[in-house]
């Protein structure tokens, strides 16, 4: 009996490789891939904004990145007893203003040395729903529990977010034309926008992501949200709010993402380099026991040799844990 039904993804042409270095950004499906990618220590960086939603806040930070913007403390504005900042994700947010600031900075400079240098840039649109300050038409990426009345919500045509994301496309490649593009749809539902608007919302994000791989040939695309919302399209597959795909639902894009966008050498050595990662987050009941000194030794010297066989892979983070647990 067939229960699920099919879908064909095209492998990428120049597949993911741990060589390469990846920058990933937009909603939080975002922090699901990145997440996977972490404990598979490849080189990447998540969201240096934090969470971006819409298309328009997407290319205004990557615009940021690539011309090494710096922001200022006449940026931040103060609300709820914090400084905050309408291009970022609350996680950046202070009490201290300057120390909200050197957050900011600090994730600016990061990015604009990734983007540089990135190989591939993943890209995850959640919503095309785009918030305004009422008092200046100012776009907002976040509105940081601010009153409703202060915003103006507008659904973006597919020409505005075209048009935005083509600019900032030309941008990347102009500065950095070995960089690859990923574009995807996260399959998480904005309900609280209704459900008809979410539909609508994410039927343009569809389009404008289509006609954008119709337009530059270093675009691609994964189809995040069909294989939640077409092939596994049950409630099963979602968390108790109904909205957000849970962990049976990310396991298996990644798993679908794997086989149609990592090369398979990479795939071979995943699997070794993931090994450690769940030993790392191993906790010991006894760790003064011989048998868990076994353990960390054993896991230290896999570690040193797999960083030996493949140089590129930074696997300095497990063999300092298990050294360390060793002198303890």
Known sequence: MKLLVDLTIPALPQPLRYTDKILLTGSCFT???????????????????????????VADSLRGYLQGKQ??????????ELWNSWDHHTRFSDMDRDAALNQLNHAQAEATTMIHEADWL???????????????????????????????KKLLTVAQMNTALSAVLELLHEKNPRARVLLTISPVRHIRDGVVENNRSKARLIETVHELCGTFGFVHYFPSYELVIDV???????????????????????ETFMQSCIEVETIQQM?????????????????????H??????????????????PYLDLSGPVNHFERMLKE
């Open 293 to 310: 000194r076994d353990f960390c030794r054993k896991y230290a010297e896999k570690a040193k040799e797999l960083q030996l066989l493949h």
């Open 271 to 291: 699997a070794a380099v993931l090994e450690l990662s769940t030993a790392q987050k191993h906790r010991p009941r006894f760790a003064g026991t011989q048998a």
């Open 232 to 254: 596994l399209r049950d409630y099963r597959y979602y968390d108790i709010d109904l909205v957000h795909p849970n962990f049976a639902a990310t396991s298996y894009v990644w």
């Open 122 to 152: 993943i890209i995850t649109l959640g919503s095309a729903f785009q918030y305004y300050l009422r008092e200046n038409g100012l776009p907002v990426a976040n509105n940081h529990r601010a009153p409703g009345q202060w915003f103006e």
């Open 71 to 80: 922001y200022r403390a006449e940026d931040l504005f103060y609300l709820n």
């Open 31 to 57: 922090e699901h891939m990145a997440d996977r990618l972490a404990q598979h220590h490849f080189r990447h960086l998540s969201n240096p904004n934090g969470i971006l939603f819409n298309p328009l806040s």
